[in-house]
């Protein structure tokens, strides 16, 4: 894509310099680059060789003549004596660029100045007669909406001037050849005064059609702009774990539907718009803070919302509403820079002014706000007691099938599933499903995203048998509707992928996952997080087939990634850091394998508290590595505290429970309890039997150690 065309716009900078940006930002929204130099009479030495430069590679000068004559160079060789304003048109000019003068009369509101001496006013009145009995047309100004205007009307010079030579040309001799219908016409009597007055009518008419046009067009943008941030966030709440790409795409598409406008034209136009509306005197402060969100400029955002929100608040009467909106903007600023107490602290500042009995939906969305950033701390327990709370007062306002109230069902799901709730996350995403499948259709996006968080809870819950029909199932539907490289699609090839692990798979799971990573990289990239969790998860293929030392290297290799793109601290990380020490134990690199373990069970513990299931996966493998070291006496405490959680947690039948028992059994045997070792490998056994069926292995290796506990006490 070829440089916007720039173009310098000339004015007394301490009477114009608000003139000026609103120049600007029109010209921002045309397409082109504004350019100026800033002259106040203080600066030391001649500054016309830098004016000369800065023209040189314009297309053209907007001149704005005010009353101010402003700072003036030494006596100038070809113009005499000349303000700098006065000669960077004169300088364009001369050199054949293009200039438009728009002259601002007395009424036009210009910045506070002082007034100047005589003898500068006097040659300032000077060229501005000259230039009005040069130039053929002109209009004075009073108001900056003229301005606008005027500038919005220079639309057709500025795009001749983006052609080019050739285009010029050819727009030329199409201008010669009416003329000369029209002098044939007017030759022959039959273009009448009354005809000449009905199509400078008819032009002046299109002229206004174009810049009413042009005008619509400009607010739809500032509404853009004003939508952005709530709509990213709506976007980004349907769904965890999209690439910032794809949320801003999704963003782009919704807002499009918004106004009226298509996705690519906004993507392109929308953050030109946003920079000159930044910096626009006309804008309100909560419209520049929305308008640094959209420049993705943060830290500007959230001190311009919170300037907007004490506006609102100190107003008489105070304007709750607008405070409340400026409040959410600064914690969704908060919120994209990772600050999540700074977030939240926004957030509270507008849930206090809230009512949930005078208006439950505005108490519902400031507090559904405050939900997404408990999620994004981890606080799973807190952010499901507020989104009940939120279902409540939406489903008895607004009805059960409104997009806001199912989408407040679908991330009340999402915060059972990660708390380790999923029996009660199934029957939530269950319930989404009926209406989204009513709604919305059984093949749109939405509705297959849900089906897919279903499956994957119903894996969870170790009824793996339908997770993978249903996984097969949703790959079909997700070519169909959506490709085969799209992030939806490849993410339900690695859920089949597990889940065929699960099952006693792993050569079929590791090729499912290996040609999910490369569309994920190809796709994604190699440093998104849906990426590296496939990545961990073919370490987990290669372990199951005995392939340690490849698991290890990829392990290391996926950690290293994460430490730079999540954190130290993010459950993705220790996640795969507790995969390591997995391996690292089957490799019998015992002691390393319980250093790493311990360090990933602290911060884990702190990170997603003692009974999640996570926590409880890292407290057994350590359990493990001890019964590997011969501290039997240690791992048999770990593994009854994890098996006591385990049922409280997960049930007593679930696939990891009987793990845990299994782990149990066997540390009790090298104990030589045989006869509590062999009640621990029946109920083992019993459980996997009715659960994963007896062919799963698993399933057999339980069997296995009854059978010789049971020989043992023969």
């Known amino acids: 894509m070829s440089p916007r065309p720039a ?52 297309k053209g000068v907007v001149q704005l003549a005010g009353k101010c004559y402003g700072a003036e160079p030494p006596v100038d060789e070809q113009f005499g004596r000349v303000s700098y304003t006065q000669y960077e048109a004169l300088y364009a000019s001369s050199k054949g660029k293009k200039v438009w003068y728009l002259f601002l009369d007395e009424s036009f509101p210009t910045d506070p100045h002082e007034e100047e001496d005589e003898e500068k006013q006097k040659l300032q009145a000077e060229y501005r007669a000259r230039l009005k009995a040069d130039v053929d047309l002109y209009h004075p100004l009073g108001s900056r909406e003229g301005l606008e205007a005027s500038v919005l009307k220079l639309r057709d010079d500025l795009t ?14 199409v201008l010669l050849i009416l003329s000369v219908a029209l002098s044939f016409w007017l030759l022959q009597g039959q273009y009448s005064a009354n005809e000449q007055q009905k199509h400078a009518s008819q032009q002046q008419q299109q002229t206004n059609q174009q810049l009413q046009a042009l005008k619509e067009e400009l607010g739809k943008l500032r509404q853009g702009v004003n939508n952005f941030a709530e709509v990213q966030n709506k976007v980004r709440q349907e769904q965890p774990g999209q690439k910032p790409a794809e949320i801003e795409q999704r963003t782009y598409e919704e807002l499009g539907k918004q106004l009226g406008l298509s996705a690519a034209t906004l993507k392109e136009q929308l953050p030109r718009f946003a920079e000159a509306l930044k910096k626009s005197p006309n804008a309100t402060t909560y419209e520049r803070a929305n308008a640094a969100y959209v420049a993705k400029d943060y830290n500007e955002a959230e001190r311009l919302a919170l300037a907007a929100a004490d506006e609102a608040q100190r107003s008489n009467p105070a304007k709750n509403a607008e405070a409340i909106r400026a409040f959410e903007l600064a914690g969704w600023a908060a919120e994209k820079r990772i600050e999540y107490a700074d977030a939240f602290k926004r957030l509270r500042e507008a849930e206090k002014l809230t009512d949930r009995a005078r208006d439950p939906l505005e108490w519902a969305h400031v507090q559904f706000a405050i939900a997404w950033v408990l999620y994004d701390q981890g606080q799973y327990g807190d952010a499901e007691h507020v989104l009940r709370e939120v279902l409540k007062e939406r489903e008895r306002a607004i009805g059960p099938e409104n997009p806001d109230t199912i989408l407040t069902r679908h991330r ?13 996350a199934q029957a939530e995403y269950g319930a989404v499903l009926k209406l989204e499948e009513k709604v919305l259709g059984a093949e749109h996006p939405d509705t297959l995203r849900t089906r897919n968080n279903l499956a994957v809870v119903l894996g969870l819950q170790g009824k793996y048998a339908e997770a993978e029909t249903e996984f097969r199932a949703l790959i079909d539907l997700r070519e169909k509707a959506l490709g085969p490289e799209h992030p939806d699609t490849f993410l339900t090839h690695q859920n089949l992928a597990v889940t065929l692990r699960r099952l006693g798979k792993p050569a079929e799971a590791e090729t499912e996952l290996r040609e999910a990573i490369r569309l994920e990289e190809k796709v994604l990239g190699t440093e998104y997080p849906t990426t590296l969790m496939t990545r961990g998860n073919l370490t987990l293929a290669l372990v199951d087939q005995g392939k340690f030392a490849e698991a290890e290297a990829e392990d290391r290799a996926v950690i290293k990634i994460q430490e730079k793109v999540l954190g130290l601290e993010h459950p993705d990380t220790l996640r795969t850091r507790g995969d390591l020490a997995e391996v690292l134990a089957h490799q019998h690199k015992s002691v390393e394998a319980e250093v790493e373990d311990r360090a990933v069970l602290k911060l884990i513990e702190k990170v997603l508290g003692p009974e999640h299931p996570e926590t409880l996966e890292t407290r057994n493998d350590l359990a493990k590595t001890l019964d590997d070291q011969g501290k039997y006496a240690e791992a048999e405490a770990e593994y009854r505290a994890v098996l006591n959680l385990r049922e409280k947690v997960l049930g007593p039948e679930h696939p990891d429970t009987l793990r845990t028992c299994f782990n149990l059994a066997v540390c009790l045997r090298s104990e030589s309890e045989v006869q509590e070792a062999s009640a621990f490998a029946q109920r083992a056994a019993d459980g996997a039997r009715k659960v994963l069926g007896p062919e799963h292995p698993d399933t057999k290796k339980y069997e296995q150690l009854l059978q010789e506990l049971l020989a043992k006490e023969g």
């Not at 001037?161 to 727009?171: C, E, H, Q, S």
Request: glycine residues 8%.
């Open 7 to 58: 173009i310098f716009i000339s004015a007394v900078s301490r009477e114009l310099k608000s003139a000026r940006q609103l120049v600007a930002n029109t010209l921002t929204f045309l397409g082109y680059d504004p350019e100026w130099q800033d002259i106040f009479g203080t600066e030391g030495g001649d500054l016309r060789a830098v004016l000369r430069r800065r023209i040189d590679h314009c």
């Open 412 to 424: 009340l799901a999402i915060a059972l599933d990660y708390q380790g709730k999923y029996a009660m």
């Open 160 to 173: 001749r001037l983006r052609r080019g030579v050739r285009r010029w040309a050819a727009l030329v001799a």
